[in-house]
T-cell receptor, first 114, second 113 residues
Framework: EAGVTQFPSHSVIEKGQTVTLRCDPI?????LYWYRRVMGKEIKFLLH????????ESGMPNNRFLAERTGGTYSTLKVQPAELEDSGVYFC????????????FGPGTRLTVL | GDSVTQMEGPVTLSEEAFLTINCTYT??????LFWYVQYPGEGLQLLLK?????DKGSNKGFEATYRKETTSFHLEKGSVQVSDSAVYFC????????????FGKGTKLTVNP
């Protein structure tokens, strides 16, 4: 069974540009999460989808970030316009069963904003 | 709000040494506690978990016990191997609340032969 995949693995953009990150969860997993780790800090929750609905978006830092999950399969996270402080590693995770608590993580996308 | 504090590294050990990585938490209610590991170039993997007080999670020779009285979940291994070199993250999930994980900053472990 394929794990959670993320694309791209690395992205280097200039301040003011737009970047779109993609996450493909494990097949059949209704729950999809986005997290971010800024250099030297904790991994922070961004948002949680259940199928195509946003269940919790309390961690989204501001309106420059837009997450979508059309059709309840893969998800995209767009940053527009990107700022220097957006640099970090963006992780996606998915889970099937909320009660078990286990979230399966992708390898992350390393975003560098210059 | 909920938070996790774990000892910051980096930690460097020789093979077969004893490992302890401290983790304490602050949370409302009774959270579930987790240790995740990230090997170089890979995503986070669940290493072990405990869902209630006094539970011991164990996997691959690693252990951690949920201590409610000290709000701790320290990770231990009796004899580390080079292949254990990775970044270890302590995390919690509040029961009955949001499904989000709250992480510590991570501890980088390097094991030398």
């Amino acid at each position: 069974e394929a794990g959670v995949t993320q694309f791209p693995s690395h992205s280097v953009i200039e301040k003011g540009q737009t970047v779109t990150l993609r996450c493909d969860p494990i097949s059949g997993h209704d729950n999809l999460y986005w997290y971010r780790r800024v250099m030297g800090k904790e991994i922070k929750f961004l948002l949680h989808f259940v199928k195509e609905s946003k269940q919790d978006e309390s961690g989204m830092p501001n309106n420059r970030f837009l997450a979508e999950r059309t059709g309840g399969t893969y998800s995209t996270l767009k940053v527009q316009p990107a700022e220097l402080e957006d640099s970090g590693v963006y992780f996606c995770a998915s889970s099937q069963d909320l009660r078990s608590g286990e979230q399966f993580f992708g390898p992350g996308t390393r975003l560098t904003v210059l | 709000g909920d938070s996790v504090t774990q000892m910051e590294g980096p930690v460097t050990l020789s093979e077969e040494a004893f490992l302890t990585i401290n983790c304490t938490y602050t949370a409302t209610g009774y959270p579930s506690l987790f240790w995740y590991v990230q090997y170089p170039g890979e995503g986070l993997q669940l290493l072990l978990k405990a869902t209630k007080a006094d539970d011991k999670g164990s996997n691959k020779g690693f252990e951690a016990t949920y201590r409610k009285e000290t709000t701790s979940f320290h990770l231990e291994k009796g004899s580390v191997q080079v292949s254990d070199s990775a970044v270890y993250f302590c995390a919690l999930k509040t029961q009955g609340g949001s499904e989000k994980l709250v992480f510590g900053k991570g501890t980088k472990l390097t094991v030398n032969p």
